[in-house]
């Protein structure tokens, strides 16, 4: 699976931004999508992901309520709705793929082979 992650950008505190992932490659449907975030120095750190349907999804404590992912099968998309956007969230955001035959939602990157290139994300205060 080749991911295309694009959206990122700058943004004032509050404000709101939308990631976006495409995907080609070996059928979207059968991967479980997820994005995490980095800042340098540290680990890829879990933010979301759903699963292959779309029916399910998992989020990081510090995202909840604010962002919301979602996917596209026919399109081979997965995006990443960013709301109240804090200072805190500024890294670079990376889509991941996990082709799996089960309804299981990985949270630690160590479980995706598949990484797009990452997208920044710049939040001002």
């Known amino acids: 699976v080749q991911l295309q992650a694009s959206g990122g950008g700058l943004v004032q505190a509050g404000g709101s931004l939308r990631l976006s992932c495409a995907a080609s490659?070996?059928?979207?449907?059968?991967?479980?999508m997820a994005w995490f975030r980095q800042t340098p120095g540290n680990t890829r750190e879990f933010v979301a992901a759903?699963?292959?349907?779309?029916?399910?999804?998992s989020y990081a404590d510090f995202v909840k309520g604010r962002f919301t992912i979602a996917r596209d099968n026919d399109k081979n998309t997965v995006s990443l709705q960013m709301n109240s956007l804090k200072p805190e969230d500024s890294a670079v955001y990376y889509c991941?793929?996990?082709?799996?035959?089960?309804?299981?939602?990985?949270?630690?990157?160590?479980?995706?082979?598949?990484w797009g290139q990452g997208t920044l994300v710049t939040v001002s205060s």
């Open positions: 759903i699963s292959k349907g779309g029916a399910a999804a």
């Open positions: 991941a793929a996990r082709s799996t035959s089960v309804t299981v939602i990985h949270r630690t990157h160590t479980s995706y082979p598949y």
């Open positions: 490659g070996r059928s979207f449907n059968n991967n479980v």
